[in-house]
């Protein structure tokens, strides 16, 4: 019986625990966080992203179906949230951060996509490799063209977009996406921004401009 009661206790100690100390919601942190210039707001956020600012950049590029470099875009929605809260001069609460946030976010990938329509251009020397570069060579591409795959798909239309991302990423089956709707036009709008990429990767006239650049 003791044995019992000494579990009971310790099990009762432990949902105590568990409740007193509630988990935190990012907003709930924003007030603290979001304070003080730039450069100080900045160095509290990008430390563990307390704030999860990666986890919407991601909802974005989900909803959006694009093809960007997640880290880069993190990190530029990063220094967009540290100004907005700059400017907000600490008036920043928990119920105000979600919106800030949000825009930040939408507001980073909206740049990146305007800076991968001029693909040409590789990234500044002395940056870190980017994603093209680190994934490119497993798969046997190139890595400008990567990037030029991926800005042809990127200006697709947005509804072929998620249609190949549906089927190609999220692995949904055509069936599934059809539902009250029609399978041929999904399977086509697939096809037109999957085409849009693959015609920047591979071609004779690229595979001469490479040779001419070595």
Sequence with gaps: MEKIRDRSAASG???????????????????????GTPREVLARIS???????????????????????ADRVHLRALVHTARAAALARGSVDARRSGDLLDRAAERAVREAVRESRAAGSRPSGGRARDLFEALAPHLGLDAQEAREAAAAFNECDPEDRRACFALLVEGRSLDELARGGSATEIASRARRALGAALAKLGTPERASERKEQA
């Design 47 to 69: 430390e563990g992203d307390p704030l999860e600012v990666r986890p919407r950049v991601a909802r974005v590029l989900a909803r959006e179906a694009l093809l960007l470099d």
């Design 13 to 35: 100690a432990a949902s105590i625990g568990s409740g007193a100390t509630p988990a935190i919601r990012p907003e709930g942190r924003a007030p603290a966080l979001l304070r």
